[in-house]
């Protein structure tokens, strides 16, 4: 049974830090691209960032490249997203998510191509 867990998340101001974690088990972990969105009350999930399998291939949304980094460690099975700068605007649910793919390079930012998700975690910026 595939899981995705996230954690990490939580209140800060804006222009403050926090480092989202999303640990995952039941997967081959290193041949999976993995992903996080987001979902604000009364708005659609969007997509924030995505890592190929040796994190080597990366994606970004606009609204978050150069505040936000993805990462991740395939020997935890855990994928990461530092995120730096925050704004009241990015306050959201956000999810990780798992994406079986052919190779390394090949990663997506639609949502409906990842087959496995997590809970969510809450974060609120503040102004």
């Known amino acids: 049974q595939v899981q995705l867990v996230e954690s990490g998340g939580g209140l800060v101001q804006a222009g403050g830090s926090l480092r989202l974690s999303c640990a995952a088990s039941?997967?081959?972990?290193?041949?999976?691209?993995l992903g996080w969105f987001r979902q604000a009350p009364g708005k659609e999930r969007e997509f924030v960032a995505a890592?190929?399998?040796?994190?080597?291939?990366?994606r970004y949304a606009d609204s978050v490249k150069g505040r936000f980094t993805i990462s991740r460690d395939n020997a935890k099975n855990t994928v990461f997203l530092q995120m730096n700068s925050l704004k009241p605007e990015d306050t959201a649910v956000y999810y990780c998510?798992?994406?079986?793919?052919?190779?390394?390079?090949?990663?997506?930012?639609?949502?409906?191509?990842?087959?496995?998700w997590g809970q969510g975690t809450q974060v609120t910026v503040s102004s």
């Open positions: 039941g997967l081959t972990f290193s041949r999976y691209a």
């Open positions: 998510a798992a994406d079986i793919t052919r190779s390394s390079l090949e990663v997506t930012t639609t949502r409906s191509e990842y087959q496995y």
């Open positions: 890592s190929g399998w040796s994190g080597g291939s990366l």
